[in-house]
C-alpha cells in the first residue's frame, strides 16, 4: 500500500528539518560541498600515501584507513540525505534505514578505536624513535586495524539488533537527516532501561576508554616534549601530534556530548545539528587538518605531480 506522499507503509519517514523549507535548502548546499571536499580529499590522502614510497610508513598506514573510514561514512548517509533535501519525498525504506544505521554506527565506532590506535603511533614516533620500526612493524599495524573494524562490527551487531527490536507501535517518523540510533531509540513506544545502560556501557569501552588512552598517550609525549632541545624536531613533533589532536577534540566532543548524554534530555533541534556536524563536517575538514600542517604531504604531492607532469613532457 502507498501512502500518499508515495512512499510505501513500511517506508521511514526522515523528517531532518522538512518543517524549515528555506533551512533546507542552505543546508542541502552546504552538504555537497563538504561531501565533495570529503570525497576529494580523502581520496587524495590515500593515493598520495600509496603512490609516494616515503610516505609507507604506520602514521599514513593508519592515515589512510581513517580516510578511507571517512569516505565509507559519509557515503552511506549523504547521497540519501541529499535525495531527501533536494526532493520532495522524505522517505526511506526500511531495509535503507537498517544499512544506513548499521554502517554508519559500524564505521563511527571503529574510527574512535582508530583514533587510540594513531595516538599509540604518535607516542611511539616520539617516545621510542630509536625503535620506532620495531614497536610498530607492519604486522603490529595491521593487527591493531583489522581489531578495530571488528570490534566496532562487534559492537554495532549487539546495538542494532536492541535497537530495532524496539516496538515502534506504528510510528514511522525518524526526527533526524538520516537513520541514527539516538532517534530510532526516540521513535519506539516504550522506554527501554536495558537499551539506555547498554548504551552507556558500550559508550564508556568505546569512547571514553579510546579518549582515556588517548590522553595518557598524549600526556606522555607533552612530557617527552619538553625535554626536547632541538627546535626543528620539536617543530615537527607538535604538527604531526597537533594534526591528530584536532580530529580528535572535533570528533570526540561532539560524539560523546550526543551518546552518553540521557537520550531524552537532547533537544530535537540540538541533536539534528550535532548530527550534520560529525557527520558530515568533521570527515571533511580531517584532510586539510592533516595536509596543512604536514610537510611530507605537501612534499609527496608536489612529487607525484612534477613526476606526471615530467612524463607527460618527455
Known sequence: ????????????????????????????????????????????????SYLDTQLHTPMYFFLSNLSF??????????????????GPKKSITYGGCVLQFF????????????????????YAAVCQPLHYTVVMHPQL????????????????????????????????????????????IKMACVYSKVIEILVFAL?????LVPLSLILISYGVITHAVVRIKSAARWHKVLNTCGSHLTVVTLFYG???????????????????????????????LNPLIYTLRNKDVKSAVKRIFWVEKWSATS
Not at 203 to 207: A, H, K, S, T, Y
Not at 263 to 284: A, C, M, R, W
Open 203 to 207: 559508550g564508556v569501552v568505546f569512547l
Open 254 to 284: 561532539t560524539i560523546i556530548y550526543m551518546y552518553m548524554k540521557p537520550q531524552n534530555h537532547t533537544s530535537q533541534d540540538e541533536g539534528k545539528f550535532l548530527t550534520l556536524f560529525y557527520t558530515i563536517v568533521t570527515p571533511s
Open 141 to 184: 599495524c595491521q593487527k591493531m586495524v583489522l581489531t578495530a573494524w571488528s570490534s566496532g562490527l562487534g559492537s554495532t551487531l549487539i546495538l542494532c539488533s536492541l535497537t530495532l527490536k524496539l516496538p515502534r507501535c506504528g510510528h514511522r517518523k525518524v526526527d533526524n537527516f538520516f537513520c541514527e540510533m539516538p532517534a530510532l
Open 103 to 122: 554502517f554508519a554506527l559500524d564505521l563511527g565506532t571503529t574510527e574512535c578505536l582508530l583514533l587510540a590506535v594513531m595516538a599509540y603511533d604518535r
Open 1 to 48: 500500500m502507498e501512502t500518499s506522499n508515495g512512499s510505501s507503509e513500511t517506508d521511514f519517514i526522515l523528517l531532518g528539518f522538512s518543517d524549515r523549507p528555506q533551512l533546507e535548502r542552505i543546508i542541502s548546499v552546504l552538504v555537497f560541498i563538504f561531501y565533495t571536499a570529503t570525497l576529494v580529499g580523502n581520496t587524495t590522502i590515500i593515493l598520495v
Open 69 to 86: 573510514l571517512d569516505i565509507c561514512y559519509t557515503t552511506s548517509i549523504i547521497p540519501q540525505m541529499l535525495v531527501n533535501l533536494w
